[in-house]
């Protein structure tokens, strides 16, 4: 007897990767040799490769608790059963496929399928082969074609920065942004995910040449050592980047307000919107260099680990305060804002719309898909991106999660 | 910054936050004590949007060289911070600017710096004059040489690859050669300059690494080239082959690569002799390409 | 030598800015000479090459202010209208705003020009000085982009009513650009004018329409540049007699690291709009669309893929992003492209759309302002007509031509008969305008040995009449022309088959004269 597994709705490996979210599964009998009756009893639970991979839990419907195993009842006819698994809180994978799927019939292993727990972490955390992986996918992305800085330039010129920056879409717009990211990363190595700069924190291995680089004390110059292939970043031709900081990034946090502070601006989006101001903008003039500057800030591989500590925030107040659902008051500013900032404005660039209040271009096409989700399409509005999580939809879960913000 | 931290932890809660107007009133005092003005100052990015007034008083807190320098520069910092806020800025961008310039002249060289690097990050046509007179004429630089071509670098349309050309023939120090190399990176033109680097044995060894990475932008198929002749170079140093191996890890497909049989087989022999960490690449390398 | 400064190239290269806006002062101040300064403003003038983006945009902003300080030539408008259309720095629009202002009269097609200049400039604006040459202010000096677009919308007064709309919805300035707006807005005058909108890119003041390189009517044809190699986003090489022949093509140039995203970036999206129209119609096959890079050397194939994607543009056979592989110099002599560099880099370029007919030729161009993609595709499909109608022609004219002149071949040698000079003649003629006749039957390979043999009777009756005549250089003649029809009609040398008729006829003609 055999089984085989379907992992989020697809039998592409590609999509068996997981978050805290629930992931619709599905198995069924492939080879039915030695099954008595019209069923078979399979009992499904997760192997952890080593002491520290992912783990799972599971559930046999759309609701109710997981557990860390349930039992199925799977026709022999190869008709398929549903289940779901997620990701159990917070042991999240560190290599791809560290984690499997098992069906056991009695002590009888009849089937399993690799699977990884893909979860955003603490840059500063990560092990040397998570670490190494990113890199790799990092340099790789933005040697592919022109980087991701030529489209960048062009989304922080003058038409077009207000789309983004200084009212209530900043946050969505930049969820979508890093996303769009992390989705082209994970095409270049699937088990990549963003890892995020805890900038209230110091974050002393983020610094170094074996990482982001460490800037040279005189010059201001970032270093790296000879194995990392962000020496070999470049933005428009111009190789490597500067970045002075204003804080001893050994021993110091940058200069921001902490976490609490920022989950506590307020339980309004209108109040917690401020932190566009304080955390975000003084961690980035934290350092003197393109990172302190809008138009060029996407020159420093930083910048995507600081928004990606941003989006987290975000996360982090929405679990706080319970603000997925964009029907409420308080999850999003409810005052008119400017193109792009409200609720049920497509967000540009992705929407491809161009002219009449829009910047004349829309540089970088729809947003990457994903072969584990369809959430939030290739064209967000700004209200899909509140319930990332799929907390009030399933379907509308993004595929992503931070190592420290919970499945509501 | 301890202080600053405790400061932080009071930032509890929105409404214990004081007023802008209080803020404002605290940062531009001269007679509220130093500390005291400079943990103000954090409110103020977010004050001086509210009112034009404020902007203008924090602005000449930090026009005003008299004023303590962390006040100075913490005000600065606050208006760098506000700038993000575009929409909510635009009104004061061009007082912004004009600020920036007048402070690319101050006597503080932090400052000086910050005001450069905004400038040259907005594309400044001030900054860059100014920048590149410095790197014609010395006694006229506003900032050391080496630093002035990387704020340069934030405009590749800028008028600087005569120069930087000038200073990779004859340099003042080896700082600036390699600072003048990462920008002539965008010149597609200087590929024979980066190929003689990057294959001059006498060469510092960041400048040719530097070199590496250029021709990697500009030349590939140049870089490949090379590269695969170092690793299989004993002679070579390790950083350099580390740097080479790299790139062909990184950068190159398995076509390219597989059917380079002479390059694995180098590569085989680094794994066996070369040092540590060219060691462990070598291995990574013949585990993606070659096992 | 310079033909327009009496400059060399090298002289211009090293002319240091001062001196350039000295030279610009003092012309200006000639009435006379302002046709000349306006050349100028070509971006392709050698005075811009070897010098940063920042320093073109001074040295033609001083062009245009200086320009303004007499009546702004005619011929220099497209140049304003541009930078209001397309700069995206403040020096470069408030001159152009402020220097609109000195012409002779207010029309209202400007105003859809500075409402796209005020939302060009107005998160980038700064303080500018118009005074004095190259300087950079530290202090307010009142000027600004904003302030200066402000200005000639007042200046248009009610002729800026089409934009009225628009510009009541701008907040968000400056306190006193913010009430200067709202002085514009709010005056019953405007009220009163507020019309219909006419934001038309390609409707253009009286003149300034005729200013564009290549006239409409006329062609230059592809020769020069036929061998020009280009690599596809794809890595493929083609040639450009083989790449834009056949059917016509929309060639727009443009590069990745172009930081103007109202030029190169919106070009290529346009492309992708002209390229879904095509579509649309079911043209996509028929005409061709293809973007050439003016930074061959950094835009390499996948660089091009990368930057056609991103905008939408489709690519395949017919659909391409290139660049040359061999220096990029035939082609920007052969389009007279409007380009400038430092280095290898592009410090300035003007907008620049062409259309190729099915020989390749350029046929019409469209340069400077925005184009509009409706217009691209009707002269494109135009073009397409013209091809197909031509090619009917062919058709029916090599049909015709085949009818009527195999029956005029033996009526030719009919009509030879009235003009018998002696019976050596009559073969002669009959012998020459038969092998004429012969030619134009479609190919027939039968038809050889039967071209052979008449061209043995025409040589054997020319050598009796020469040797009668004792004048034997026309059949000297005839035999030349039968070899070369031979050697054509074997190997397919059109040239040499046509020469060989011309000299048979002309051999057969001497040896029929009349002898002295």
């Not at chain 1, 207000?162 to 088990?191: K, T, V």
């Not at chain 2, 009104?91 to 450069?116: C, G, H, N, Q, W």
């Not at chain 2, 002035?148 to 023939?169: I, P």
């Not at chain 3, 807005?185 to 890119?201: G, K, L, R």
Request: glycine share 6%; with cysteine.
């Amino acid at each position: 007897m055999k089984v085989e597994f379907e992992v989020n709705s697809t039998p592409n490996p590609l999509g068996r990767y997981l978050t805290w979210s629930p992931s619709p599964c599905r198995i069924r009998v492939s080879d039915p040799s030695g099954i008595s009756g019209n069923s078979v009893n399979l009992k499904i639970s997760s192997k952890t490769a080593g002491a520290t991979g992912g783990s799972l839990v599971f559930r046999k419907t759309t609701s109710g608790p997981f557990s860390a195993s349930i039992n199925l009842t799977v026709p022999k006819s190869g008709e398929s059963v549903p289940f779901q698994t997620a990701g159990k809180y917070p042991q999240a994978s560190n290599r791809d496929g560290d984690v499997q799927i098992e069906a056991h019939n009695g002590t009888t292993l009849v089937g399993s399928v690799p699977v990884m727990v893909r979860i955003r972490k603490n840059a500063n955390e990560l092990t040397a082969e998570e670490r190494e992986r990113f890199l790799s996918a990092f340099a790789q992305l933005n040697a592919k074609g022109l980087g991701r800085f030529t489209d960048f330039r062009e989304m922080h010129t003058s038409a077009s920065r207000p789309q983004a920056h200084g009212a209530a879409g900043f946050l969505p717009w930049h969820r979508i942004y890093i996303l769009d990211l992390e989705r082209e990363l994970q095409e270049i190595d699937p088990s990549v995910a963003l890892p995020y700069w805890r900038f209230d924190l110091p974050a002393p291995k983020l610094f170094k040449k074996n990482y982001l680089g460490e800037a040279n004390p005189l010059t201001g110059a970032v270093q790296f050592d000879s194995a990392n292939p962000l020496q070999f970043w470049t933005t428009d031709g111009v190789q490597g980047f500067m970045r002075r900081p204003r804080f001893n990034t050994n021993t110091q946090s940058a200069n921001v307000i902490d976490e609490t502070a920022t989950l506590n601006l307020g339980n309004d989006y209108d109040a917690f919107i401020d932190m566009e101001d304080d955390p975000h903008g003084y961690a980035h003039t934290s350092f003197m260099g393109p990172i302190s500057s809008v138009p060029t800030a996407a020159r420093d591989p930083l910048f995507f680990l600081l928004h990606c500590n941003v989006d987290r925030l975000w996360a982090k107040w929405q679990r706080k305060n319970v603000r997925y659902d964009y029907n409420s008051p308080q999850a999003y500013s409810t005052s008119p804002q400017p193109i792009n900032h409200n609720l049920t404005d497509s967000l540009w660039p992705w929407n491809g719309v161009t002219g009449s209040g829009r910047p004349p271009t829309a540089p970088g096409g729809a947003l990457a898909s994903s072969l584990a989700v369809s959430a939030p399409g290739p064209m967000p509005l700004v209200l899909n991106t509140l319930d990332y999580q799929g907390n009030l939809s399933n379907l509308d879960r993004f595929g992503y999660d931070y190592d420290d913000v919970e499945f509501a | 910054m301890a202080k600053r931290k405790s400061a932080k932890k009071q930032t509890v809660k929105k409404s214990s936050q004081p007023s802008p107007a209080k803020l404002i009133s605290t940062v531009t005092n001269d007679a509220v004590p130093e500390q005291e003005r400079v943990q103000a100052s954090r409110g103020a990015s977010a004050a001086v949007l509210k009112d034009e007034a404020y902007f203008k008083k924090t602005m000449e807190v930090v026009l005003d060289q008299s004023q303590p320098a962390s006040v100075r520069h913490a005000c600065l910092q606050a208006l760098e911070v506000a700038s993000f806020q575009t929409i909510k800025f635009e009104k004061y961008r061009k007082d912004y600017i004009l600020m920036m310039r007048k402070l690319a002249r101050d006597s503080d060289p932090e400052i000086r710096f910050s005001a450069l690097n905004t400038l040259s990050c907005e594309k400044d046509g001030y900054a860059q004059k100014r920048l590149l007179d410095g790197l014609k004429t010395p006694d006229k630089a506003l900032v050391e040489p080496e630093v002035a071509l990387q704020l340069l670098g934030n405009d590749v349309h800028a008028e600087v690859y005569s120069v930087a050309r000038e200073l990779v023939k004859k340099p003042p120090s080896e700082q600036v050669k390699t600072e003048a190399l990462k920008l002539l990176a965008a010149d597609s033109s200087a590929s024979k300059i980066f190929e003689k680097v990057l294959l001059d044995k006498s060469e510092n060894t960041e400048n040719r690494q530097v070199s590496a990475a250029a021709l990697h932008s500009i030349k590939p198929k140049s870089l490949y080239k090379h590269a695969a002749s170092i690793v299989k170079d004993n002679s070579e140093n390790d950083e350099i082959q580390a740097t080479c191996l790299t790139a062909l890890g990184n950068f190159f497909s398995d076509q390219d690569v597989k059917a380079d049989a002479d390059l694995v087989k180098g590569i085989q022999t680094l794994k066996k002799k070369g040092k540590t960490q060219v060691k462990k690449q070598a291995t990574q390398f013949l585990k993606k390409f070659a096992e | 030598m310079n033909e327009l400064t009496g400059l060399t190239t090298v002289e211009l290269d090293s002319l240091s800015e001062e001196a350039f806006a000295e030279f610009v002062d003092r012309t200006a101040q000639d009435p006379a000479q302002q046709e000349f300064l306006t050349e100028f403003l070509r971006e392709d003038h050698p005075v811009y090459r070897e010098r940063g983006t920042a320093a073109v945009i001074r040295m033609r902003g001083w062009i245009l202010i200086s320009l303004a300080k007499q009546q702004f030539p005619p011929s220099a408008v497209l140049y304003l209208l541009e930078e209001l259309d397309t700069a995206i720095h403040a020096y470069a629009v408030a001159a152009a705003a402020c220097a609109l202002r000195s012409l002779p009269k207010p029309d209202q097609l400007y105003a859809p020009f500075l409402l796209r200049a005020l939302t060009n400039i107005r998160y980038h604006d700064e303080s500018v000085s118009l005074e004095a040459y190259g300087e950079y202010p530290d202090e307010s000096t009142d000027t600004c982009a904003v302030g200066e677009i402000l200005k000639t919308i007042r200046w248009l007064g009610p002729l800026a009513g089409s934009i009225q709309s628009e510009l009541r919805n701008v907040n968000g300035l400056s306190i006193s650009e913010q009430k200067e707006l709202d002085h514009l807005v709010s005056s019953p005058q405007a009220a009163d004018q507020d019309t219909p909108p006419v934001d038309d890119c390609c409707q253009l003041p009286a003149g300034v329409s005729n200013l564009f390189t290549w006239m409409r009517g006329t062609r230059a044809d592809c020769t020069p540049v036929e061998q020009t190699v280009f690599e596809d986003q794809s890595g493929n090489l083609i040639r450009y007699g083989e790449l834009f022949t056949g059917g016509p093509t929309v060639v727009v140039f443009f590069y990745t690291r172009c930081d103007n995203p109202l030029k190169c970036s919106l070009t290529i999206t346009k492309l992708a709009h002209v390229q879904k129209e095509l579509e649309r119609r079911g043209l996509a096959s028929q005409i061709r669309t293809a973007a050439i890079t003016y930074d061959p050397e950094y835009d390499h194939a996948q660089r091009l893929a990368q930057y056609g994607k991103e905008r939408n543009f489709q690519t395949g056979a017919q659909h391409r992003l290139l660049r040359t592989v061999e220096g990029f110099e035939p082609i920007k002599k052969h389009f007279k492209l409007g380009v400038n560099y430092t280095r290898a880099l592009v410090n300035r370029h003007r907008i620049e759309v062409f259309i190729l007919d099915s020989a390749g030729a350029i046929a019409a161009s469209f340069e400077r302002l925005r184009w509009d993609e409706a217009e691209i595709v009707e002269k494109a499909v135009e073009m397409l007509h013209e091809a197909e109608t031509c090619a009917k022609k062919t058709d029916s004219t090599s049909v015709f031509q085949n009818r009527v002149f195999s029956a005029i071949g033996p009526f030719a040698a009919l009509g030879a008969a009235f003009f018998p000079k002696c019976p050596f003649c009559w073969a002669a003629y009959a012998s020459l305008f038969g092998v004429v006749g012969l030619e134009q039957i479609p190919f027939s390979p039968w038809l050889y040995p039967v071209l052979i043999l008449v061209m043995l009777i025409n040589l054997l009756s020319v050598w009796l009449r020469c040797q009668s005549t004792k004048k034997m250089y026309g059949f000297y003649f005839v035999f030349a022309g039968a070899v070369a029809i031979l050697a054509g009609s074997f190997w397919n040398l059109p040239l040499a088959a046509t020469s060989g008729v011309i000299s048979t006829f002309a051999g057969s003609l001497i040896s029929a004269l009349k002898p002295d």
